[in-house]
């Protein structure tokens, strides 16, 4: 019997994932990508020798990677060789003090009391709550599909938000637990990874520090972009095929179904089921036929963006982490007008990361590839921007920055430098406004079944798998959105071939 033809538009982690669970399940499955490598927001590059990951950086949420190579017939141990990072990072505030996050809990402890005597218990009261949080979340709201509001808003749920402080403030939740600033800083900052204001997200995401330290932050040698060889090499031995430089200019539709892509060069791809792993919004805005949604669409909040310099280092440098956190003095003025679309801030609160203090291979011998993330608002629509500028006076911040923390002459060791700013993460992947964490935001009204569906309401063979999709950005998310539009295909156009012959 002839197998139905998926068309996945995206080799981005979500579009790989759900390509592996359908293929395994017997349909015949073609990934077309836009870039000549896959990936997207988790691949890398090299140059001269030195190895930057574009994107993700962290390891986060093993589990849902170990299960997921479970699914697959293989295991995590023995696709990703991977190192738990401890101290997890190194947080630095502009007061010259330092927090290292360690999940070894007495080393914790002494690392916490140095800024508040006493707050030990306090803490780990606020884990065991974030424990909860995580649990409940995760199997009411993050793994599971949604057939209906109902699956969503019914008794269990909301007794269930009520309980992980959904509703609460973030960072008024932290302000419960501990009394200095640098603190709370320590327990919220991490809604930043998920593009949000800590100032005005919902407690639900507390359980995300909680994360780093239960289940560890991790760095697989080779980089994030190991994750994506080993899903790309599992994808072809079940047969799926890919096409790069690739790149779908529209969906092709036919009343309410869609009838296969359309590439830049005129070729149209037949399919029976289309998964789009690109970013939601952009296909509403660009690949499909106008709607009425596009203008809600357009309507929802979007994450933030971020400047990211690459460089190539002629020397390590001992005095800085793999994962190191750098806190403005006025981090709140600085984190709130990123969000509120102030004018750049020339003191900014970045982010270093430096992978050769655990994977030698990611430059040459006693030399070091070091990635900066600095947050800046996403793409207004008619606003200008000086992009030299911008790229010119944030570096000029982070050298200012490193000389203060006693890191100096870090500029004269730079070989070469690469930077993705909003407008390059919106042309390289077509994020829409280069929104980098989502693209869409993770307010409560834009999750579970507020965020848009992985099913499209009108031409119903066409699913969506990634994080501006059901359950949201982040690897561990994209994974599950490819898991989960699986499962929803096999519910409504079961598999003609219900099991694949053995990986080839
Ligand atoms: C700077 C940064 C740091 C991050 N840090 C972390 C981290 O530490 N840990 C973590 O877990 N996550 C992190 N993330 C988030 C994580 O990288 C993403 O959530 C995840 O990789 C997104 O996967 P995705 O499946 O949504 O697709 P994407 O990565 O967006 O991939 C979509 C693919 O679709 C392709 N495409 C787009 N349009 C077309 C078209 N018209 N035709 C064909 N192909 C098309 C794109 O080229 C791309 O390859 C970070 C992201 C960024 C940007």
């Known amino acids: ?93 502009a007061n010259g003090k330092e927090l290292l996050f360690s999940s070894d809990l007495a080393e914790m402890q002494m690392q916490l009391e140095k800024f508040e005597q006493g707050c030990y218990p306090r803490f780990l009261e606020y884990m065991q709550e974030s424990y909860h949080s995580y649990l409940l979340s995760m199997k009411r709201i993050i793994d599971v599909n949604y057939y209906n509001i109902f699956d969503f808003i019914n008794y269990k749920n909301i007794r269930m938000l009520h309980k992980t402080k959904a509703f609460c403030n973030h960072y008024r939740r932290s302000v419960n637990y501990f009394t200095s600033e640098e603190l709370r800083i320590a327990f919220t900052f991490q809604n930043i990874y998920v593009g949000q204001n800590p100032y005005r997200a919902s407690a639900i995401f507390a359980m995300l ?195 203060q923390e006693g890191i100096r002459d870090f500029e004269k060791h730079i070989k070469f430098e690469s930077a993705y700013l909003p407008v390059t993460w919106k042309s390289v992947f077509n994020l829409s406004r280069g929104a980098i964490f989502g693209s869409l935001s993770h307010d409560l009204m834009q999750m579970g079944y507020f965020r848009p569906h992985n099913r499209h309401r009108k031409y119903k063979n066409l699913f969506f798998a990634g994080g501006s999709t059901h359950p949201g950005n982040g690897v561990p998310m994209a994974i599950l959105s490819g898991k989960l539009v699986a499962e929803k295909i096999q519910k409504f156009y079961p598999s003609k071939q219900p099991f694949a012959d053995a990986r080839k």
């Open 209 to 403: 520090p909680f994360l780093e330290l239960t289940e560890g932050v991790w760095y697989p040698r080779g980089g994030m972009h190991a994750i994506v060889e080993s899903l790309v090499s599992i994808a072809k031995s079940y047969g799926v095929e890919f096409s790069y430089k690739s790149e779908i200019s529209s969906i092709e539709v036919a009343g309410n179904r869609v009838a296969g892509v359309r590439l830049q060069d005129g070729q149209v791809e037949k399919a029976d089921i289309v998964v789009s792993n690109a970013d939601l919004p952009y296909v509403y805005n660009e690949l499909l036929p106008e709607s009425r949604y596009v203008s809600k669409l357009n309507r929802l909040k979007y994450t933030c963006s971020a400047l990211v310099f690459y460089w190539g280092m002629d020397r390590d440098f001992p005095g800085i982490k793999q994962h190191n956190v750098f806190v403005s003095k006025d981090y709140r003025k600085n984190i709130e007008g990123v969000f509120n679309g102030d004018d750049v801030s020339y003191d900014p609160s970045f982010y270093l990361h430096s992978p050769v203090k655990s994977d030698p291979t990611a430059a040459p011998d006693g030399q070091a590839s070091v990635s900066i993330i600095i947050p800046l608002d996403y793409l207004r629509q008619g606003k200008e921007y000086d992009w030299d500028r911008i790229r010119d006076e944030n570096r000029k911040a982070v050298f200012r920055r490193l000389e």
């Open 1 to 93: 019997m002839k197998k139905q033809k998926v068309v996945v538009t995206g080799a981005g982690i979500g579009g790989l994932t759900a390509s592996i669970y359908l293929a395994m399940k017997g349909y015949d499955v073609t990934i077309l990508e836009k870039n000549s490598y896959p990936g997207g927001r988790c691949a890398s590059f090299e140059k001269e020798g030195h190895r930057f990951d574009i994107g993700a950086t962290l390891l986060m949420m093993p589990e849902i990677y170990r299960r997921m190579y479970k699914d697959f017939g293989t295991s995590m141990e023995d696709e990703l060789d991977l190192y738990r990072m401890d101290p997890v990072y190194s947080l630095r505030y």
